[in-house]
């Protein structure tokens, strides 16, 4: 999923919640995992021309349960609503990512939850079933469950922005 799914999906499964928590934070925390995990694996590809040993595609260290545990931790010790709306919006992006595996299975070396229980599959993360971000994203253009999140995501954001603009003009 993109940013359309992952933000206007992902802040709208945590219904009663979703007021309480800072707009900003839970935003970013929807898209977090990707703004770490892809840049890490593109950058080490380019840096390498090659995958990495342990970082050998695009859902890794913030796709881990240790990363949404620590992210736990911190808003439980801290009590702050931005780090409880990061863990939140992270939390949903890991729900929306494995919502993907159900739909399309991937490769066994490829899975999410791979990364999800790192390191109790092995000191590795999943396999990128692509070797550039081109691939990549024609990949994830051709993805069905891909296609709908945007689309959903994108008219849930769009709905929101509509009754934003039409109370503030009330």
Known sequence: MFVLGHVGIGTRMLFGLRERLPARWLVLGCLLPDLIDKPLFYGLLWARGHPDGLISGSRSVAHSGIFALALLALALASRRPPLWAVFAGVATHLALDIGGELVVTPAADSSIWIAIFFPAFGCRFPKAPF????????????????????????????????????????
Not at 136 to 158: F, K, P, Q
């Open 131 to 170: 070797h550039s971000i081109f691939e990549h994203l024609r990949l994830t253009a051709e993805n069905l469950y891909v296609i709908a999140g945007e689309l959903v995501g994108g008219a849930i954001l769009l709905r929101a922005w509509r009754l934003r603009r039409k109370a503030q003009s009330s």
